[in-house]
């Protein structure tokens, strides 16, 4: 069993630094009033804010648009029982200002689904935690080297 002493807590700037590092997370949100999670895409962007693009017609866009959600992305290598999560909680938002389209457009993440009418929606890294659970070895004993 792990003993808590094997997790770290992370500080914002690390949890962004590791997020960079990750092409896939998921988007947790609420769907006909019951919590769903959804695999994306994503990149960060210059403020910090997680950037994802979607179809505008998307059933994730009518979920997420002007509503708070969670954002995590993790990595693990499960040989030694190390990695880390990083979660980011704030307001999503459809991106509407045509300038700031036209940027994402150039610099944003591109979708891996094909998709038609596409939209970039972003999450405001409102708060930001993260924790890395330390290689614990085998059966929570300590790695040996």
Same mark, same amino acid.
């Given at each position: ?15 962004? !630094? ?50 708070? =959600? ?16 990083? =979660? ?33 929606? !972003? ?15 085998? !059966? ?6």
């Amino acid at each position: 069993m792990f003993q808590s002493d094997g997790f770290r807590a992370l500080d914002r700037q690390e949890c962004l !630094r590791l997020l960079a590092k990750v092409p896939v997370g998921r988007v947790v949100y609420t769907r006909q009033a019951l919590p769903a999670v959804l695999p994306v895409n994503f990149s960060l962007d210059t403020d910090s804010s997680v950037l994802l693009c979607t179809s505008r017609d998307s059933d994730l866009v009518r979920a997420i648009d002007g509503v708070v =959600v969670a954002f995590e992305a993790d990595d693990f290598q499960t040989g030694i029982r190390a990695g880390w999560s990083v =979660v980011i909680t704030g307001r999503a938002a459809v991106v509407t200002d045509p300038a700031e389209h036209e940027r994402l457009l150039r610099d944003g993440p591109d979708s891996w689904m094909p998709m038609r009418d596409g939209v970039f929606v !972003r999450i405001e890294a409102g708060m930001v935690s993260g924790r890395e659970l330390t290689g614990l070895g085998v !059966r929570g004993t300590a790695p040996t080297t």
